[in-house]
């Protein structure tokens, strides 16, 4: 039955990117007797209910085989039709030409960018073993007990980022991670021996994986090898599958040409008399359907964990109740009530000077006390990033109970763990790097962004105002970078009531990933009446306003005291001004015309001021307006005599403002 059992997936896969004209046959052709060995007699899952929390996760890390995904998840019993497979890359369906997060039918996270998805995967067996090691208790009652699988090929392993979270899980001793490596040898370009040539086992034992290898092919031996990965308990486990790219094609199999393209018609056709497949297109016999169909046992696998939690809920009920709030990402009853009353208590004791990075870390002792789900870390910068709490403990290897953890320098790998931590669920992270090497992790923030899930990036060190280090520390076009990415809110705030703020955002956010862009330097404290405070969620506000003002300032972060100062001394001239803070541009463009109108008079000139690059503003700036910014890199000496050299004084704003004025 094995063989028919791999050949509904294999036609299945072939028969859409053949309809498709476009898509990747050769890895599912490929894989799919893997698949057959994990998702049939393994994966622990429920198709008639995609979003049970003990489920086992799957993560296709090479995600450009999509289509064996797809075809198992129809043929499983999720709420993916045949009339989908054949929507194949079709604009609007539900099987896109990469695997894109959508938990009602089963897809787990977005892949495609290789070797990000075994990042998801090791986050996923982080937050497993974090929330195992919180709720599971001695009397044998354990509510999380599952295991992550991924398929993952060579061009994952040949992504540098499969290293920085290989090694974090081989660290932290993830032994419910299980990989399994499709070790075909070819990738686009041809034989990878020209230019990959690794001991991928050796590799992955000096990480502290347990290395197996097999035959692709024999699902009893897969079949074995899982259940020796599943004894292990102390190590991830990879399982190097060796296999035949487009396996059953007789003049593309175990080539290039089978791994990007439609096999053609007379292709499936021989392709289908080799592997003895009788059957039309997208035509699946219900035998080997009712043999595929997982929703009896799934159902049956959910009713026995309900059982577990009803007994848990009784035997633990503090317990029961708390994780049940974190599996339905509820906020606890009275934050809001708390969090008024630290606003007001930072309200009351104004007159710090302070780093918008310091600030952040007041801020974290209170949020990291009030939410047990959130979860920080550092990519070796934790003093500096100041993502370390008063309620913050030491996550290690030994001790999975702490909340923070230390992901030593892996900017990319850290952003794809805590995108797999948030995907897992009943776990909110946030991780800290310096702004310039956003850069590092820049594809896995934007396809935080793409996924609609709430992570939360803090970079500080945020502009040329971080001094001696230099050029090469110094960012200028990062946050440009981050503002055009699509559905991600940035905020740079200028003390600590805004930096309060922004952390309320990112925390309570529910489909909307949050940066926040910190300040080394020390920046005073801004006073403001409550309406003010009110709206600083919205992006940006007035700080002071004049009917009939001759020019408006604007300003975010360091910079709105510059034009606070400036604001005074041009008063002093007879001239009025209206001063704003825009602490989340991404939030300001979102509010209606009418109020971005009352905050920024489209009528007078405007003058931007922003120790970075000047290109986030142009969408509210215009030919007769001015932007102080960076368009050159910056320099290596004391942060206060660069702001000179680069224009960010209060005497050049003045001198500004009258040339716009004069126009």
Same mark, same amino acid.
């Given at each position: ?57 799957? /993560? ?12 198992? @998840? ?28 959508? @938990? ?56 540098? /980022? ?33 230019? #990959? ?25 897969? /079949? ?257 970078? @981050? ?17 309060? /703020? ?20 020390? @920046? ?108 050159? #890199? ?30």
């Amino acid at each position: 039955m094995h063989k028919e059992l791999s050949n509904a997936v294999r036609f299945l896969s072939i028969d859409a990117v053949q309809a498709a004209k476009s898509g990747h046959p050769g890895m599912p052709m490929g894989m799919a007797d893997i698949a057959v060995a994990l998702w049939k007699y393994n994966l622990k899952h429920n198709p008639q209910n995609p979003h049970w929390f003990n489920r086992d996760r799957f /993560v296709l890390s090479n995600g450009h085989g999509s289509m064996l995904l797809y075809s198992l @998840l129809h043929l499983t019993g999720y709420n993916l039709t045949i009339e989908d497979l054949k929507d194949f890359r079709q604009i609007g369906s539900n099987t896109p030409g990469h695997p894109e997060l959508d @938990l009602d039918i089963g897809v787990e996270t977005t892949t495609g960018p290789l070797g990000q998805g075994i990042g998801n995967a090791v986050g996923m067996a982080l937050a497993e073993k974090m929330l195992g090691s919180r709720f599971n208790k001695p009397d044998g009652l354990n509510p999380i007990d599952h295991y992550t699988y991924t398929f993952l090929g060579d061009g994952c392993l040949m992504e540098g /980022v499969s290293h920085e979270a290989c090694s974090f899980a081989g660290t932290h001793g993830l032994g419910k991670l299980i990989c399994f490596y499709d070790q075909n040898g070819i990738s686009i370009d041809g034989e990878i021996t020209n230019w #990959f040539t690794d001991n991928t086992g050796q590799r992955f034992e000096s990480y502290n994986w347990q290395v197996l290898t097999v035959d692709g092919h024999n699902v009893d031996e897969i /079949v074995t090898a899982i259940k020796n990965a599943q004894d292990e308990t102390s190590r991830p486990t990879l399982i190097c599958c060796k296999t035949e790219i487009g396996f059953g094609s007789p003049n593309k199999a175990g080539t290039s040409g089978v791994h990007g393209s439609p096999l053609g018609d007379e292709e499936i056709i021989k392709t289908r008399e080799k592997l003895a497949w009788d059957h039309a297109p997208f035509h699946i016999p219900e035998s080997i359907k009712s043999e595929w169909d997982a929703t009896e046992s799934g159902s049956k696998l959910n009713d026995e964990w309900d059982k577990l939690m009803e007994e848990y809920s009784q035997s633990h009920p503090e317990s029961f109740n708390e994780l049940s709030r974190l599996i339905k990402n509820k906020l606890p009853t009275n934050f809001e009530q708390s969090y008024k009353e630290f606003l007001s208590d930072l309200i009351s004791s104004d007159e710090q000077s302070l780093a918008t990075r310091k600030a952040s870390e007041l801020c974290l002792n209170f949020f990291c006390d009030e939410l047990p789900e959130l979860v920080g870390g550092s990519a070796d910068l934790t003093g500096s990033n100041n993502t370390f709490s008063s309620a913050s403990s030491e996550m290690l290897p030994d001790n999975p109970k702490g909340n923070h953890i230390f992901y030593g320098v892996r900017e990319f790998g850290m952003t794809t763990i805590m995108n797999g931590m948030l995907l897992h669920g009943g776990i909110k992270p946030y991780g800290g790097t310096f702004l310039v090497f956003m850069d590092y992790a820049r594809n896995a923030v934007r396809l935080a962004a793409l996924m609609k899930i709430p992570n939360i990036f803090v970079y500080t060190h945020d502009s040329i105002g971080l001094g001696e280090d230099g050029p090469t520390h110094q960012p200028i076009e990062h946050l440009v970078t @981050l503002r055009a990415t699509p559905n991600l809110n940035n905020w740079r705030p200028a003390d600590i009531i805004e930096t309060a /703020v922004g952390w309320k955002e990112a925390v309570t956010s529910t489909d909307t990933p949050h940066s926040l862009i910190l300040s080394r330097q020390n @920046l005073p404290f801004i006073h403001r009446t409550k309406d003010q405070i009110d709206l600083i969620q919205k992006g940006g506000y007035l700080l002071s306003h004049e009917e009939d003002a001759d020019i408006t300032l604007i300003a975010s972060g360091s910079e709105v005291q510059l034009i606070i100062a400036a604001a005074k001394s041009i008063q002093h001239e007879g001239l009025k001004v209206n001063v704003v803070s825009m602490p989340c541009l991404d939030k300001f463009y979102l509010q209606d015309k009418a109020y971005r109108d009352s905050v920024v008079a489209p009528e007078i000139p405007k003058l931007v001021v922003e120790a970075l690059h000047p290109d986030s503003w142009q969408g509210l700036v215009n030919l007769n307006d001015m932007v102080i910014g960076m368009n050159t #890199f910056g320099e290596s000496a004391p942060a206060s005599e660069l702001m000179v050299k680069f224009g960010f004084t209060e005497n050049n704003i003045i001198t500004q403002v009258k040339k716009l004025i004069l126009k």
